[in-house]
């Protein structure tokens, strides 16, 4: 029932790794990304079709929709990636042999992505994700300035030791689930541990439960565990913080997800809920209130992506109907936080800089820029016709059915996060440019055209969203528990 | 054909949105064109389904959150707002094409504003009604973008965002307590909300809906983002988005939480309202950009037709159906004819802006002259604004009144007594209004040219003229029988009052009571017209013809200088000045207005200097200690975010040890 | 494969070496010196291998073995000459200066093996016993792990604290009932710690985090965040 | 029949409006000269002056527009409208069901507000100075104004004069401290409405006391004739005003009745009387208050007008 197409998901992008190991131009080394992207991508199409567990791969609605997401996104980055790469060989940013390393962090990091979404074995999911991890660490310090080292350092030693906790939490899960699945493969599998979650040890599940939460929340950047995030946005380079934000922030979230449906399941086990929502809750309030003071672009979307995964996860703690909606607020946030980020890096490349300070008045000076980035804001606020529109009322509507209060407090989040992001719209956008000309060609339609495919997605998403992709995410959500 | 009013007006909207696709193509012409058409097609299918009967119809499209259809829905309330904003909409399209100076950018919105103002007056459940409020929302911030250059611009579109963003989480989980997201109007009809639930539903919906109404206090957003839009916009901002929020509300608490709801509701509305009115009011006095002035008198009228409400709530719970009936057809007649006049007002703003170069009544003056359509414009406005019989301004207040006034059956003394001080407070607020409007047109349109841009003003082209004229015929119409404004508004009064006022209006009078006396705009005009005709013939017959012309006596005052033939404008009455009298008497108290005055020693010929100030009490109260409160969160949170990785690290070790000690007690337990 | 219950030596050894790893973790606290708290983590490191092996041998799980070779060999020998070395070309200063102060240190790392107990004590009903009480050490070993990151100043002593976590997680995935890819994952580990102690070469960090961090937000926090 | 009654008393109540209202004037002028120990001009003397007035050729700012020119006919016509709805002598006159309190209050704000557009076109400084305090007099006015309406549509259940009036004048009521209250705030406003001493002060062109002669300053010719006119009917609108609801004695019942118009028109001419000695008397004793003292002055009215209400409700226990 598993045929090749999930293993060719990540292979892909981890054989493009290899292959661009040996390959010392940058612009072929760029269409090398593409075509493995593209491929991956391609490839995790089928995944629909291909649906079933095997002992090491899991394809069930869940894990196919945020590995075709991932693999998209990782797609159309890699297609921004060859025009931006090209610019700051150009502009001296970066030189071939860097552009050669990135390419191959950024696939191999890819890959592993999309392996621990497909993996149906804790253990393998936590490999992958820790190799995610390092490669992520290197491409962030890849500009090599003393920022983005620090960056590095800062992400990597927090990020290792909440790897470090979630597989302490993977090893008390097992440990759960050795009475109901005895010793062997099975006792590690998601899908056996979903069946066989009734039975399961309730108190070593709650033990697990703590580690898991926190070593994965640590990846998805949730309150108060997202001390990394800021600065590796901000620092590395800006089609990976395209990807950080879209698709790390997933996979964690994903497995999160997974372990709520474990706990669910199980009647001696603590409800799993109310930790997920308060550290989402936090997540919210924390980086709404934290945006204002923000100057740089990149890291003040860092900040709102903080949210957004507190907004997710915040669904995924309420469970029931908000699961769909988390779901779907992941799927968009992905999208139009990875569009912000490409508009964000084409703009810092026109100025020479990231700070709100110098990245005034683009309407004035890229007109097309601006707007793709504005549509792109407006959809991270949270406005119709964009899909986190719909997420958004999805989730206060459910919140507010459900516990009244703690609407009040979602809502002063997304009040204060959305009236920080208009105030930078209206920075980044709006009024006259700084007198300093901009730097090189001015943007063309190739560089924004995957960030125009992301929007159009969006809108659909939001405005009508068809029957069968809500059927698929209805799946999904119900994959989950 | 009652069957195809839905598809009717469902084609119109995505005729709006194909005109704004057209407009990002072609430019503002388009925009202007097509929206007129569209709007034109819309207010004609309201009017004949209003005529029909309003009969209730529904439509389902494919529109909506996560895969489900969207739902639209007409019936008389919506059919009376929505031939408002489609009647509005027509003279601001057609303003809209008399556009001056490079064509903006921002001209595809304003189709899609129209659209998204259509789409909340026939949305048929929650979302629908989020999404068409949302891209008014929108839209309208793009709109009053336009002019992104300016700096106060930036500002009044920032707030006004923030605030539409503050509404729209309100509203959005105002519809999710009264039922599952999607859910159609009737099913939540079916299972109204109770209890606190309902209470929460009235806070949420009047800081939602209430703050796009503009009523106080969260109408701070109104006077800068009306002084940045383009005219055209302004007038549909004010005069019919204003009223799609009430629409909101009237939707919202009448219709949908039911007629369970206890009579207190009312109290919130009429509170709010009465704030508003009196700082509205108060504030037109004190303002010197034109259409700040404007704005805040739409604060002042919105507060009124919220009093209406509010009445007409609590009226409706206390079983009186008649006075429910009255106080809401007050209301509706009163939003229906401040819709018309302000937007006729604002298109005159406009006009001003455009022919003057100013908005800033310290530049203007004299404008009668050279822009006569527009300044008849303004003083028929102008009278509505200040309450003056036969306009329909004074139509709707004396609705207005003669509902407070019956509305002492309400309660007892407390009550009685509260109505008393509404009463006072409603009186004063029209007052203000009228020394608003006066000040207005004194300053602005008449006396001496303050500029020379003023002195060398041009009148608008006729798209605008025509917009004008059609605006002030209908102001002048609603005005002189206000019964057909209320006869069009039966519908909806019966469905949300069970009383309406078929009884009580006449063809020509209105009377607060069944066969009592009332007020008859027709004859007060005759006889108005009458005494003119008297006094011409007279004066004809008794009085010397013709007038000589000579300079102003003004007491004596100096010739003026050579270089001034018209001697020097600057002595002439300011806005500042105007408002001197008013800021001393009300502003200190409640307007925190001072004035400084800097008087050189008597050697010194330095000139004088003089300033004053004056903040809104919502900002002094609420918005400013609201933005030091933030501040003061944002850097806490500042200080938990960018910590060293020991102190992460701590962070993740407390959150571990936290949450270790909690499974230890849960388990313990 | 036999279970194996209280009293058993298999039982008394796996718990004895154990319960070694945690007092080496308070042996790591103590320390005021880094030579010593190198040694200290080597030692944890040996021990852990010989737990390694000893669950090796109960087990019947010949894969562990392996496991034990690489905690030897990498953890107890190579990666504590490579921190001498980073002490020595570094010349990182000698004594470890502590956020907390030993003592309190000490007696919260002891609240914490408390905490733990009391976490891991629920689970008691069932069998496995061995399990579940290296479940508490293991548990125990990685908060401390986590105390040494946070209560030392000097990036080192930081990193050795990560080290001696990892331990912990080591500790547990062998004392668990055959429990698959212990292997795989315990050299993902290792790759994880390795690279950790090439950061400390790579990123060039000298003297403590808090300094370097301090200068950090400074650069970073002037007109930039 | 009653309506043809209605429209004879309509048009004799007109006729007697416009006709005595520069004698009311004159009158007050005349006593209040004799209180001052002078001779005083005649009682008529303010319609020669009309009359005089109309002869000359106004000459007009050569700043004002049309609406300068407009202003006083718009002024009077609106003042002259407002007088047609005040029942004087007679009950049930053609206007009678349209005589609404609040409509009359609203006529006179159109008055005063074209009055003090007029007084801006000139673009002079005492036009604005005029204007300005005029409307904020106004400000403080109006909710008096709509306390006692309120305080008497309390009382009849409308709003509207006639009916207010028969009411009281059936004598059902008896009298009230609250209706007490209520005519010393309406008289407050009438003083302020007018133009009267302590407001303002009609005699002077001193430009620090005055505030409607500083709105008609640049009038002449048959402008000003009709800007006195409707001053003076103005006065006399509020006289009547007052009188027809406090003394709402010998006013004549709906219909035909010339006998009983004949008496309500001797009772009408002895209350007006009566209000001109007391506001001449009044006008005597009192000097002018400064402009911003006025507010205060019309607040203790705000005050009164309140407390009718309030002891009215408190008596009557409306619910």
Same mark, same amino acid.
């Given at each position: 029932m598993i045929g090749f197409e999930p293993w060719l998901v990540p292979l892909a992008p981890l054989a493009a790794a290899l292959l661009l190991g040996l390959v010392s131009d940058a612009a072929l080394g760029a269409w090398i990304a593409i075509a493995a992207t593209g491929a991956g991508f391609a490839a995790s199409l089928l995944l629909p079709s291909t649906m079933g567990a095997g002992t090491y791969i899991l394809v069930d609605a869940l894990s196919a929709h945020v590995a075709m997401l991932t693999a998209f996104v990782g797609f159309t980055t890699a297609l921004y990636s060859r025009r931006y790469i090209a610019r700051a060989i150009a502009s001296g940013a970066l030189d071939a042999g860097r552009a050669r390393e990135?390419?191959?962090?950024?696939?191999?990091?890819?890959?592993?992505?999309?392996?621990?979404?497909?993996?149906?074995?804790?253990?393998?999911?936590?490999?992958?994700?820790?190799?995610?991890?390092?490669?992520?660490?290197? &491409?962030?310090?890849?500009?090599?300035?003393?920022?983005?080292?620090?960056?590095?350092?800062?992400?990597?030693?927090?990020?290792?030791?909440? /790897?470090?906790?979630?597989?302490?939490?993977? &090893? &008390?899960?097992?440990?759960?689930?050795?009475?109901?699945?005895?010793?062997?493969?099975?006792?590690?599998?998601?899908?056996?541990?979903?069946?066989?979650?009734?039975?399961?040890?309730?108190?070593?599940?709650?033990?697990?439960?703590?580690?898991?939460?926190?070593?994965?929340?640590?990846?998805?950047?949730?309150?108060?565990?997202?001390?990394?995030?800021?600065?590796?946005?901000?620092?590395?380079?800006?089609?990976?913080?395209?990807?950080?934000?879209?698709?790390?922030?997933?996979?964690?979230?994903?497995?999160?997800?997974?372990?709520?449906?474990?706990?669910?399941?199980?009647?001696?086990?603590?409800?799993?809920?109310?930790? /997920?929502?308060?550290?989402?809750?936090?997540?919210?309030?924390?980086?709404?209130f934290s945006l204002w003071g923000r100057r740089d672009a990149k890291r003040f979307f860092a900040f709102s992506s903080i949210e957004q995964s507190g907004v997710a996860a915040f669904a995924f703690g309420l469970g029931g109907a908000a699961v769909f909606a988390g779901l779907l607020h992941m799927t968009v946030h992905t999208l139009a936080k990875s569009a912000v980020f490409q508009c964000i890096g084409l703009a810092a490349q026109r100025r020479g800089s990231q700070l709100f300070a110098h990245l005034g008045g683009l309407l004035v000076s890229d007109r097309a820029l601006a707007l793709t980035l504005a549509a792109g804001i407006l959809a991270i606020a949270g406005l119709p016709p964009f899909g986190l529109?719909?997420?958004?009322?999805?989730?206060?509507?459910?919140?507010?059915?459900? /516990?009244?209060?703690?609407?009040?407090?979602?809502?002063?989040?997304?009040?204060?996060?959305?009236?920080?992001?208009?105030?930078?719209?209206?920075?980044?956008?709006?009024?006259?440019?700084?007198?300093?000309?901009?730097?090189?060609?001015?943007?063309?339609?190739?560089?924004?055209?995957?960030?125009?495919?992301?929007?159009?997605?969006?809108?659909?998403?939001?405005?009508?969203?068809?029957?069968? &992709?809500?059927?698929?995410?209805?799946?999904?959500?119900?994959?989950?528990? | 054909m009652t069957d195809l009013v839905?598809?009717?007006?469902?084609?119109?909207?995505?005729?709006?949105?194909?005109?704004?696709?057209?407009?990002?193509?072609?430019?503002?012409?388009?925009?202007?064109?097509?929206?007129?058409?569209?709007?034109?097609?819309?207010?004609?299918?309201?009017?004949?389904?209003?005529?029909?009967?309003?009969?209730?119809?529904?439509?389902?499209?494919?529109?909506?959150?996560?895969?489900?259809?969207?739902?639209?829905?007409?019936?008389?309330?919506s059919s009376l707002f929505l031939l408002l904003v489609m009647t509005i909409g027509v003279a601001a399209s057609a303003a809209s094409l008399d556009r001056h100076g490079p064509p903006s950018a921002t001209a595809p919105a304003f189709p899609v504003f129209l659209?998204?103002?259509?789409?909340?007056?026939?949305?048929?459940?929650?979302?629908?009604?989020?999404?068409?409020f949302e891209a008014m929302s929108l839209a309208s911030f793009i709109l009053v973008a336009t002019d992104h250059r300016e700096e106060t611009v930036r500002k009044a579109a920032l707030l006004y965002l923030g605030i539409a963003g503050l509404g729209a989480v309100c509203l959005v989980a105002a519809l999710g307590l009264m039922g599952e997201t999607g859910v159609g109007f009737d099913a939540i009809r079916a299972h109204p909300p109770r209890g606190v639930r309902a209470v929460a539903v009235l806070v949420l919906v009047l800081i939602g809906a209430g703050s796009k109404a503009g009523l106080a206090p969260l109408h701070v957003w109104l006077p800068p983002a009306h002084a940045a839009a383009p005219g055209h916009v302004s007038a549909l901002m004010s005069g019919a988005m204003t009223k799609v929020a009430l629409y909101v509300i009237v939707r919202v608490l009448f219709d949908l939480a039911g007629a369970g709801q206890p009579g207190w509701f009312g109290v919130p509305l009429i509170a709010m309202g009465l704030a508003g009115a009196v700082i509205g009011a108060l504030r037109a006095n004190m303002e010197t950009d034109i259409k700040a002035v404007l704005a805040c008198s739409t604060v002042e009228n919105v507060g009124l037709i919220a009093i209406g409400l509010g009445l007409a709530f609590a009226a409706r719970a206390a079983d009186l159906p008649s006075l429910a009936g009255l106080a809401l057809g007050a209301a509706l007649l009163h939003a229906m004819g401040h819709g018309v006049f302000k937007?006729?007002?604002?298109?005159?703003?406009?006009?001003?802006?455009?022919?003057?170069?100013?908005?800033?009544?310290?530049?203007?003056?004299?404008?009668?002259?050279?822009?006569?359509?527009?300044?008849?414009?303004?003083?028929?406005?102008?009278?509505?604004?200040?309450?003056?019989?036969?306009?329909?301004?004074?139509?709707?207040?004396?609705?207005?009144?003669?509902?407070?006034?019956?509305?002492?059956?309400?309660?007892?003394?407390?009550?009685?007594?509260?109505?008393?001080?509404?009463?006072?407070?409603?009186?004063?607020?029209?007052?203000?209004?009228?020394?608003?409007?006066?000040?207005?047109?004194?300053?602005?349109?008449?006396?001496?040219?303050?500029?020379?841009?003023?002195?060398?003003?041009?009148?608008?082209?006729?798209?605008?003229?025509?917009?004008?004229?059609?605006?002030?015929?209908?102001?002048?119409?609603?005005?002189?029988?206000?019964?057909?404004?209320?006869g069009l508004a039966e519908p909806a009064l019966q469905h949300l009052s069970q009383g309406g006022m078929a009884q009580r209006a006449g063809l020509l009078t209105l009377s607060p009571h069944l066969d009592g006396p009332g007020y008859l705009p027709l004859g007060v005009a005759l006889l108005l017209g009458f005494g003119v005709a008297v006094i011409a013939a007279v004066l004809r017959a008794r009085a010397v013809a013709g007038h000589r012309t000579g300079p102003a006596w003004d007491c004596g005052f100096g010739a003026p200088p050579p270089w001034l033939p018209n001697g020097d404008p600057a002595t002439q009455y300011a806005g500042g000045s105007f408002a001197q009298p008013l800021r001393r008497a009300l502003g200190v108290a409640l307007l925190d207005a001072d004035e400084t005055v800097v008087m050189p020693p008597p050697d010194d010929v330095a000139p004088a200097r003089f300033a004053e100030h004056s903040v809104d009490p919502a900002d002094r109260l609420l918005f400013a200690p609201a933005g030091r409160l933030r501040a003061v969160i944002s850097g806490l949170a500042d200080r938990m975010t960018f910590l060293t990785v020991r102190q992460s690290l701590a962070v993740l070790f407390a959150a571990l040890v936290l949450f270790l000690v909690v499974v230890a007690v849960l388990e313990q337990a | 494969m036999e279970r194996m219950a209280i009293g058993t030596l298999s039982y008394d050894a796996a718990h004895l070496l154990g319960a070694l790893v945690l007092a080496l973790s308070f042996g790591l606290l103590s320390q005021r010196r880094l030579g010593p708290v190198i040694n200290a983590y080597a030692m944890q490191a040996i021990v852990l291998a010989a737990a390694a092996a000893w669950q090796a041998h109960v087990q019947h799980a010949p894969e562990l073995y392996l496991t034990a070779a690489v905690a030897l060999g990498a953890k107890g020998v190579a990666m504590p000459l490579a921190l001498h070395a980073i002490v020595r070309r570094l010349r990182i200063g000698k004594s470890v200066e502590t956020a907390l102060g030993i003592f309190p240190t000490m007696a919260l790392g002891v609240a914490l093996v408390a905490l733990a107990v009391l976490v891991v004590l629920p689970t008691t009903t069932q069998s496995q016993t061995l399990a579940r009480?290296?479940?508490?050490?293991?548990?125990?070993?990685?908060?401390?792990?986590?105390?040494?990151?946070?209560?030392r100043r000097t990036a080192i002593t930081q990193v050795i604290g990560f080290l001696s976590l990892e331990n912990g997680l080591i500790l547990a995935a062998v004392s668990v009932n055959g429990m698959p890819l212990v292997v795989e994952l315990s050299v993902a580990v290792l790759v994880l710690v390795g690279f950790v102690v090439f950061g400390v070469f790579f990123f060039r960090i000298r003297a403590e985090f808090d300094s370097l961090e301090t200068d950090h937000l400074d650069r970073i926090g002037s007109g930039h965040r | 029949m009653t309506a043809l009654a209605g429209l004879i008393s309509l048009c004799l109540h007109a006729v007697l409006m416009v006709a005595s209202a520069p004698l009311l004037v004159g009158l007050i002028r005349r006593l209040k000269a004799r209180l001052a120990g002078r001779a005083g001009p005649p009682v008529a003397q303010p319609w020669r002056d009309l009359k005089r007035l109309l002869r000359k050729q106004p000459v007009v700012a050569d700043t004002a527009s049309w609406l300068f020119r407009a202003a006083p006919a718009a002024a009077a016509a609106a003042i002259g409208t407002a007088a047609l709805l005040v029942p004087s002598f007679a009950f049930g006159m053609a206007t009678a069901s349209v005589s609404d309190l609040l409509v009359i209050v609203g006529l006179l704000a159109l008055g005063r507000c074209v009055l003090a557009l007029a007084a801006m076109d000139t673009g002079t400084a005492f036009g604005g100075l005029g204007a300005s305090r005029e409307m904020m007099f106004a400000v403080f006015a109006e909710p008096v104004l709509m306390l006692v309406a309120l305080t008497l549509s309390l009382l009849a259940g409308t709003t509207n004069l006639d009916t207010i009036a028969s009411v009281l004048g059936s004598g059902a009521l008896g009298l009230r401290v609250s209706l007490a209250l209520?005519? =010393?705030?309406?008289?407050?406003?009438?003083?302020?409405?007018? =133009?009267?001493?302590?407001?303002?002060?009609?005699?002077?062109?001193?430009?620090?006391?005055?505030?409607?002669?500083?709105?008609?300053?640049?009038?002449?010719?048959?402008?000003?004739?009709?800007?006195?006119?409707?001053?003076?009917?103005?006065?006399? +609108?509020?006289?009547?005003?007052?009188?027809?609801?406090?003394?709402? +004695?010998?006013?004549a019942s709906p219909g035909l009745a010339p006998l009983a118009w004949a008496l309500g028109i001797a009772i009408w001419v002895a209350k007006m009387g009566l209000l001109a000695v007391a506001l001449a008397v009044f006008e005597m004793t009192r000097a002018k208050l400064r402009v911003f003292r006025v507010p205060e002055f019309l607040g203790v009215a705000v005050l009164l007008a309140l407390l009718a209400a309030v002891l009215l409700l408190v008596s009557q226990g409306f619910a």
């Open positions: 990135y390419h191959v962090l950024f696939m191999t990091f890819l890959g592993f992505m999309l392996l621990a979404l497909l993996s149906n074995n804790l253990g393998v999911t936590w490999v992958a994700l820790e190799a995610a991890t390092i490669s992520a660490v290197l &491409v962030v310090g890849l500009p090599r300035t003393a920022n983005a080292i620090e960056a590095s350092w800062k992400y990597f030693l927090l990020c290792g030791v909440g /790897i470090g906790l979630a597989l302490f939490g993977t &090893v &008390v899960l097992y440990l759960a689930a050795l009475p109901a699945l005895g010793p062997g493969y099975d006792a590690m599998s998601w899908t056996a541990l979903a069946h066989a979650a009734p039975q399961c040890r309730g108190t070593l599940l709650n033990l697990a439960f703590v580690f898991l939460l926190l070593g994965y929340g640590t990846k998805a950047g949730l309150a108060p565990l997202h001390g990394w995030m800021p600065d590796a946005h901000a620092e590395g380079p800006t089609p990976v913080s395209a990807v950080l934000s879209g698709s790390v922030l997933n996979v964690a979230l994903v497995v999160i997800l997974r372990v709520r449906g474990i706990m669910d399941s199980n009647a001696d086990a603590l409800a799993p809920g109310p930790p /997920i929502m308060a550290m989402g809750l936090l997540s919210v309030l924390l980086a709404a529109f719909a997420s958004e009322m999805l989730i206060m509507g459910e919140t507010i059915r459900r /516990i009244p209060l703690l609407a009040a407090a979602l809502g002063l989040g997304l009040v204060v996060g959305g009236w920080a992001l208009a105030a930078r719209l209206i920075t980044l956008c709006l009024g006259a440019p700084p007198a300093t000309p901009p730097i090189g060609q001015p943007t063309i339609w190739v560089s924004l055209a995957p960030a125009w495919i992301h929007l159009a997605l969006i809108v659909m998403l939001g405005l009508a969203m068809p029957q069968a &992709v809500q059927a698929w995410l209805a799946t999904a959500a119900q994959a989950s528990q | 839905l598809p009717w007006l469902g084609l119109v909207m995505l005729g709006l949105c194909g005109t704004a696709a057209m407009a990002a193509v072609s430019g503002d012409r388009a925009a202007g064109l097509g929206s007129l058409v569209a709007c034109g097609a819309g207010a004609l299918a309201a009017l004949l389904h209003l005529l029909a009967g309003a009969p209730e119809a529904r439509l389902a499209v494919p529109l909506g959150l996560a895969g489900r259809s969207g739902l639209l829905a007409i019936d008389g309330v659209a998204g103002m259509a789409l909340t007056l026939l949305a048929g459940d929650g979302v629908t009604l989020v999404l068409g937007g006729m007002l604002f298109l005159g703003a406009g006009s001003i802006l455009h022919g003057a170069g100013s908005r800033l009544m310290e530049r203007l003056g004299g404008l009668i002259r050279p822009m006569p359509y527009t300044a008849c414009a303004m003083l028929l406005g102008a009278a509505c604004l200040a309450g003056l019989p036969p306009s329909a301004g004074f139509a709707g207040e004396w609705l207005l009144f003669q509902s407070v006034l019956s509305g002492i059956r309400l309660g007892g003394l407390g009550v009685q007594i509260a109505i008393c001080v509404l009463a006072g407070g409603m009186a004063l607020a029209t007052a203000l209004a009228a020394s608003a409007a006066v000040r207005l047109v004194g300053v602005a349109l008449l006396g001496r040219p303050r500029t020379p841009r003023a002195a060398a003003a041009t009148e608008s082209g006729p798209p605008l003229r025509w917009a004008v004229i059609l605006l002030g015929l209908l102001s002048l119409g609603m005005g002189l029988v206000p019964s057909l404004v209320l | 009480d290296d479940l508490s050490l293991a548990l125990s070993v990685v908060l401390l792990g986590l105390l040494m990151m946070i209560s | 209520a005519l =010393g705030a309406l008289m407050a406003v009438a003083i302020v409405e007018c =133009g009267r001493i302590p407001a303002d002060n009609p005699a002077t062109h001193l430009e620090l006391t005055m505030v409607h002669e500083a709105m008609v300053l640049e009038y002449s010719g048959r402008h000003l004739a009709l800007i006195e006119l409707s001053a003076a009917m103005k006065l006399l +609108l509020w006289f009547t005003l007052i009188a027809t609801l406090f003394a709402p +004695l010998g006013i």
